[in-house]
């Protein structure tokens, strides 16, 4: 009859403690903590931006658009872009 192998060898030991590999790890790690955060950040933006805009035509506001004057006030003038000197 054959013994079992035995589990937590040495050299699997050494693999999961190599400093280069830990260290790999912890920056993966640390990649996706940033990459959430991004994602949640973005997300709350999102929620903040949509709650405002419900929030405005609730109380009969027209949400400011760009490209659309504000209030009733006429522009100074023409807005176009000019050339780069």
Known sequence: MRKP???????????????DLLLA???????DLITQAAEYRLLAAARRSRRARRG?????ITPV??????????????HAAASAR
């Open 25 to 31: 790890q912890q920056k993966q790690h640390q990649r």
């Open 65 to 78: 658009v760009r490209g659309r004057p504000a209030g009733n006030l006429a522009p100074c003038g023409p």
């Open 56 to 60: 405005a035509s609730d109380a009969g």
């Open 5 to 19: 192998e035995a589990t937590g060898t040495t050299k699997e030991t050494e693999m999961f403690t190599h400093p």
